[in-house]
Nanobody, 117 residues
Framework: QVQLEESGGGLVQPGGSLRLSCTAS????????MGWFRQAPGKQLELVAR???????EYASPVKGRFNISRENAVNSVSLQMNSLKPEDTGVYYC???????????WGQGTQVTVSS
């Protein structure tokens, strides 16, 4: 079993920055993909960004150039630096981990990000 613990999030004005962090514990294979999804009010869950253990990254189009995802394999952690935040970035952000060998995936409890003046 894998547990994901998130930190960060909160309220920020448009144009501001926030940093989300997530650390995985438990039976974490080093072959994994970690990332962040978000769900805005009344909308479906969507991918924000993800990064493989090899460092390959993928970003959703709305966040390209504004968000940066990084990870530290030694401690099974992933971070999302969010800059130039917009009101449409508001939502609950969930840390996600997928084990590449078994395709099993795990979710964090979610952290609220609110972008508002």
């Amino acid at each position: 079993q894998v547990q994901l613990e998130e930190s960060g999030g909160g309220l920020v004005q448009p144009g501001g920055s926030l940093r989300l962090s997530c650390t995985a514990s438990g039976s974490v294979s080093r072959f994994n993909i970690m990332g962040w999804f978000r769900q805005a009010p009344g909308k479906q869950l969507e991918l924000v960004a993800r990064i493989s253990n090899a460092g390959d990254t993928e970003y959703a189009s709305p966040v390209k150039g504004r968000f940066n995802i990084s990870r530290e394999n030694a401690v099974n952690s992933v971070s999302l630096q969010m800059n130039s935040l917009k009101p449409e970035d508001t939502g609950v952000y969930y840390c996600h981990l997928m084990l590449r060998l078994t395709q099993r995936d795990f979710w964090g409890q979610g952290t609220q990000v609110t972008v508002s003046s």
